[in-house]
């Protein structure tokens, strides 16, 4: 059997038909791909997962519970909430801003800002919390004002604030660049001459335009917010029930041999970011369908 693909000349130019054995071969080939990436989620995703949940009620839903309701365990989960609440927010603001000025503006410095903003994906986040030590610190640069006046930024929420908003500084605003460069400004060219002010503009044309890729954009923020170690680590001075987040308060039972407890306390973890890709994956679809 042959194709024809065409004519030259009065003429048609045959191929042969794709064999059947080479048909076979190419869904060998797919169904190994496809065996390789199930063999790798298995082991690096759902493995990991299943031991977490099975050393969390290795002693029973009791246990489970009493390490859960820990004084010092309800501090870390108040104070992991808190902490993502408040860097995704200042996230948000900064992602819009940022984004807004980048895509719809021309002006020096551009290409500067871009890297800025991708700064927090080259440098390790051990180096995030060291540089707020060298400038929040007792030797740092504004160590002195800030002890002459009695306030607290290391060891204290303001600085793991700081370092968890540095951390996820890139997600807001890498989620809506490339959309709204894509866009361009003819809609809100067009608003601007219908008469509408400039926020106006931004909340009834450009902010409806992004939604979905916000939304996205604050998911990613938050699920990297609440699983940051590094960067809190340095800044927070591991203080029980004050400042240690989920973390830093998973290592510090581990480190005390208290498995159980850390596994409950990961198992939370756990549960929030596999609450965020549900959340993720409803949105995929809904932007794909809208």
């Not at 408040?86 to 603001?93: E, G, K, R």
């Not at 400038?135 to 002890?147: A, C, D, E, H, S």
């Not at 809609?187 to 992004?210: H, K, M």
């Amino acid at each position: 059997m042959s194709v024809a693909i065409g004519t030259l000349a009065g003429r048609e130019h045959r191929v042969p038909a794709p064999s059947p054995r080479r048909r076979r071969e190419s869904a060998a080939v797919r169904w190994t791909i496809v065996a390789i990436a199930v063999v790798f989620l298995t082991i690096f995703l759902v493995l990991p997962l299943a031991v977490v949940f099975m050393q969390a009620f290795s002693r029973g839903v009791r246990p489970y519970l009493g390490a859960l309701t820990h004084p010092d365990a309800l501090a870390a989960i108040r104070l992991t909430l808190l902490v993502a609440a408040i860097s995704v927010a200042l996230n948000l603001v900064f992602g819009l801003v940022a984004a807004w000025a980048i895509s719809k503006f021309e002006f020096p410095g551009k290409g500067f800002l871009i890297t800025l903003i991708d700064l927090p994906f080259s440098i390790s986040p051990v180096i995030s919390g060291l540089v707020f030590v060298l400038l929040f610190g007792g030797q740092g640069l504004f160590g002195g004002y800030l002890q002459a006046h009695d306030i607290k930024v290391l060891f204290a929420l303001p600085g793991i604030v700081l370092a968890t908003t540095l951390v996820t500084f890139p997600f807001v605003a890498r989620e809506l660049i490339p959309l709204m460069k894509e866009q361009g400004t003819h809609e809100e060219e067009a608003a601007i001459s219908l008469g509408a002010s400039g926020l106006q503009t931004f909340f009834r044309v450009t902010l409806p335009n992004v939604k979905w890729a916000l939304l996205y954009g604050v998911l990613l923020c938050n699920a990297r917010a609440m699983g940051e170690f590094g960067a809190v680590s340095v800044v927070s001075g591991h203080i029980r029930g004050e400042t240690n987040t989920m973390p830093l308060h998973i290592e510090i039972l581990y480190n005390e041999y208290q498995f159980m407890a850390s596994f409950a306390v990961a198992s939370v973890l756990a549960l929030l970011a596999l609450l965020t890709l549900i959340a993720k994956a409803v949105l995929e679809r809904t932007t794909q369908h809208s």
